[in-house]
C-alpha cells in the first residue's frame, strides 16, 4: 500500500502561482511513476503532468504544458507540481496517484494503483 497527502492548494488570481506537494509513505517511494490528475465539478478527470521513477523524464498534457512544471525528491517522498500563469480554467481538485508500472502511457489515469484524496485549487478571474 501507498498513501498519498496532498497539499499547498487554495485560491489564488489568475495569473498567479501555486506549489503543490504530494507526500508518500508505505512503500519505496522511487519504485513508483508519479502523476498529478485535476477534476473539476461536473467534468471528467483529467491528466495533468506525471513523472518517471527517477525523475529524468516528464510529461504534461497539452493544456499546462509551459505553465506548470513537476518534480519529485525521493529523499523526501514527495512530488511537486508547481503551477504558473494560473487561469479560471485550472480550477479543479488537484490529485496526486501513484503507478508501480505504465503499460502504455504516464498520463492515463487507469495506469494508476493509489490515489490522493486531493487538495483543491481555485484561480479567480
Known amino acids: 500500500q501507498v498513501q498519498l497527502v496532498e497539499s499547498g492548494g487554495g485560491l489564488v488570481q489568475a495569473g498567479g502561482s501555486l506549489r503543490l506537494s504530494c507526500a508518500a509513505s508505505?512503500?519505496?517511494?522511487?519504485?513508483?511513476?508519479m502523476g498529478w490528475f485535476r477534476q473539476a465539478p461536473g467534468k471528467e478527470r483529467e491528466s495533468v503532468a506525471a513523472i518517471s521513477k527517477s525523475g529524468g523524464s516528464t510529461y504534461y498534457a497539452d493544456s499546462v504544458k509551459d505553465r506548470f512544471t513537476i518534480s519529485r525528491d525521493n529523499a523526501k517522498n514527495t512530488v511537486y507540481l508547481q503551477m504558473n500563469s494560473l487561469k479560471p480554467e485550472d480550477t479543479a481538485v488537484y490529485l496526486c496517484?501513484?503507478?508501480?508500472?505504465?503499460?502504455?502511457?504516464?498520463?492515463?489515469?487507469?495506469?494508476?494503483?493509489?490515489w490522493g484524496q486531493g487538495t483543491q485549487v481555485t484561480v479567480s478571474s
Open positions: 508505505g512503500r519505496t517511494f522511487s519504485s513508483y511513476v
Open positions: 496517484a501513484a503507478a508501480y508500472q505504465i503499460t502504455r502511457w504516464a498520463l492515463r489515469a487507469g495506469e494508476y494503483e493509489y
